[in-house]
C-alpha cells in the first residue's frame, strides 16, 4: 500500500460489517422495484461480488478476470451515477456530497488502473484490490446510508431519473 493509500485509509475509517447491511436494508427498503435506487443497489451488490471474486481468486488469470468483471460493472455505474444521481443530488442541496462522491469516484478509477500495472499474481495486487474495496464499500455505504436515501425522498422527476440512469449503466456495459 501506498503512503497516500495509507493516509486516505487513516482519515476515512470504515464503517462496520453491520452498518453497511443495516445501510443497505434502509436503501432496499426506500427503493421500488427497477426504479432507479433499487438498480443502483442492485450495482452495488455486483460491485461486492466482484471484490469477492478478486479477494478469493486463487490464480493470476482468475484475480485479472475478476478485475475486468469489476470495472464493467464499477464504470457503467459509476458512469450513470455521475451524470444522472450527482448532478440531481446536487440540484436538491447536496453540492458538497455530490462533489465528494465524484472525487471517491474518480479516485477509485485511478487506483484500478494502477491495479492493471500490478502483477495479477503477487501480494502487491491484493493488497491494492483490498484498498480499492475498502474505498468503494465506503462510498457505497455513504450513498446507502443518507445520500441517496436524500435524493429518494427530497428529488424530482424520480421516473426522469430512473430512465436516464438506467440509459447511461447500458450505455456502458452494452
Not at 461486492?48 to 460493472?73: H, P
Not at 445520500?147 to 430512473?162: I, N, P, Y
Amino acid at each position: 500500500m501506498s503512503v497516500i493509500d495509507k493516509a486516505l485509509a487513516a482519515i476515512t475509517p470504515q464503517p462496520s460489517e453491520q452498518r453497511r447491511r443495516d445501510a443497505t436494508e434502509k436503501a432496499r427498503a426506500a427503493a421500488q422495484p427497477g426504479d432507479w435506487l433499487s438498480l443502483a443497489l442492485d450495482h452495488h451488490e455486483l460491485i461486492r461480488s466482484a471484490f469477492v471474486e478478486g479477494r478469493t481468486a486463487k490464480s493470476a488469470a482468475d484475480r485479472k478476470a475478476a478485475m475486468q468483471r469489476l470495472a464493467l460493472v464499477l464504470n457503467g455505474h459509476s458512469l450513470a451515477e455521475e451524470l444522472v444521481l450527482y448532478p440531481a443530488m446536487a440540484q436538491n442541496g447536496h453540492k458538497l456530497q455530490a462533489s465528494a462522491a465524484y472525487s471517491e469516484q474518480t479516485t477509485a478509477k485511478m487506483q484500478m488502473a494502477e491495479l492493471e500495472n500490478i502483477a495479477a499474481s503477487s501480494d502487491a495486487w491484493l493488497d491494492k484490490w483490498g484498498h480499492i474495496e475498502g474505498a468503494v464499500l465506503t462510498h457505497m455505504f455513504e450513498e446507502e446510508n443518507g445520500w441517496f436515501l436524500h435524493l429518494k425522498e427530497h428529488g424530482e422527476h424520480q421516473d426522469r431519473l430512473t430512465a436516464r440512469y438506467t440509459e447511461e449503466y447500458q450505455r456502458y456495459v452494452d
